[in-house]
Every structure is written in structure tokens, then in C-alpha cells.
Nanobody
């Protein structure tokens, strides 16, 4: 069983920064081979923001966040992070942490690949 718990959402001004955390609990880390951050605005499809492989440095980012967001992991704490800087109002969304071990040899941004999801944390950026 995999459990993902996000924290760190909140409000920020445009140009500001926030850090999201995702605590990962699992009995088999093969089930969390690919891990990533996704976001969704009400009424719109969920989109991939950043992804990485657990225990590796391989990462991939959506074009909209490249150079502004950084995905990282602390293996000792079983925690995934998303450092968000130079925030824009269009970054406002509910952010989700997700994981999968299914057919995952490289980081993936497609939400359909992932089968474990956190409950989400709201990020609101105001101008």
C-alpha cells in the first residue's frame, strides 16, 4: 500500500516562492519508482509539472515551469519536494503528488501513468 501526503501549499504573491512536500509511505519502493507533481485547476484537466525517479537525479519538467520549479527528494526522509519560485498567477491550482511503479523506466509527466495519488494541496498566487 502506498500513501502520499502533501503539505506546504498556501498563498503567495506573484514573484514569490513556496515549497511543497510529499511524505511517501510504502512497503515496497518499487511501487514508487516514478514520482512527480501534478496540478489541476477546477474544470480543467490535470497536468504534469515535474517528475523524477526515486533515488536518481533524472528529472523532467513541464515547459511552463522550467527554470522556476525544482523537484527534489530526500531519500532518508522519504519525502519529495517541489520548490516553486518566481510564481505566476497562472500557477494557482491544486497540486498533487503522485507515484507509480508500473512500466516506469524514466520520469513521466502523463497523469494517466500514475496509480497512487495524494489528497492535494492548494496553491494560490495573487498579483
Amino acid at each position: 500500500q502506498v500513501r502520499l501526503v502533501e503539505s506546504g501549499g498556501g498563498s503567495a504573491q506573484a514573484g514569490g516562492s513556496l515549497r511543497l512536500s510529499c511524505k511517501i509511505s510504502t512497503s515496497d519502493y518499487y511501487d514508487t519508482r516514478c514520482i512527480g507533481w501534478f496540478r489541476q485547476v477546477s474544470g480543467m484537466e490535470r497536468e504534469g509539472v515535474a517528475s523524477t525517479l526515486w533515488g536518481e537525479d533524472n528529472t523532467v519538467y513541464a515547459d511552463s515551469v522550467k527554470g522556476r520549479f525544482t523537484i527534489s527528494q530526500d531519500n532518508a526522509k522519504n519525502t519529495l519536494y517541489l520548490e516553486m519560485s518566481r510564481l505566476k498567477t497562472e500557477d494557482t491550482a491544486t497540486y498533487y503528488c503522485a507515484a507509480t511503479g508500473l512500466a516506469c523506466s524514466r520520469p513521466r509527466l502523463a497523469p494517466g501513468v500514475y496509480n497512487h495519488w495524494g489528497q492535494g494541496t492548494q496553491v494560490t498566487v495573487s498579483s
